[in-house]
């Protein structure tokens, strides 16, 4: 098992775990996910097992309170202190494995070394109890209606 910052040839597996995955938001595009992945690819990984991917996590640098908006390749100028865990997706198969505390880990760490202040993201699909569990607190519920009907704006400090 392994965990790696996502390489170009690992995109058309990562859009095959997020059609499985994501059952009540659109996924988005590969221009989309790409533009997210190429602001800060030292944090965006895969995890994988026998060389078969088993999940993946994408966080690009943000610089405004409020999340990005789903389907939109990111404004110019939006590089900042805060690192928004845009993608979090685990395979079916292996739910329940830890990976995808795993993942946060390494995100965490990977995060605190590069000088960022803060993680958040907003919590789809009824994982707030995940992201709670993985020290994030609620922000806000006012977040834009494409995340979907149960969207939950949360956020992490992250040690100095």
């Known amino acids: 098992m392994a965990i790696e910052i996502i390489r170009e040839a690992a995109w058309s597996e990562i859009l095959k775990l997020q059609a499985e995955v994501y059952l009540f938001v659109e996924p988005e595009s590969l221009e989309v996910l790409k533009d997210k992945w190429n602001r800060t690819p030292s944090c965006c990984f895969t995890y994988r097992d026998s ?6 996590l994408l966080a690009h640098s ?8 789903l389907f939109n390749a990111l404004p110019n100028d939006t590089e900042g202190n805060i690192l928004f865990l845009h993608d979090l997706a685990i395979a079916s198969s292996s739910f329940g494995q830890g990976i995808g505390s795993k993942l946060m880990k390494h995100l965490v760490e990977v995060a605190t070394n590069l000088g960022f202040k803060e993680i958040r993201l907003v919590a789809v699909q009824n994982s707030k109890l995940f992201w709670q569990r993985q020290g994030f607190k609620p922000l806000s ?13 949360m956020w992490r400090k992250l040690q100095a």
Do not use: F, I, M, R
């Not at 060389?51 to 993946?56: E, H």
């Not at 943000?62 to 908006?69: A, D, G, I, L, V």
């Open 141 to 153: 519920d006012n977040v834009c209606k494409s995340y979907g009907t149960d969207a939950q704006l």
């Open 51 to 56: 060389d078969k991917l088993k999940g993946y």
């Open 62 to 69: 943000w610089n405004s309170e409020q999340p990005p908006k």
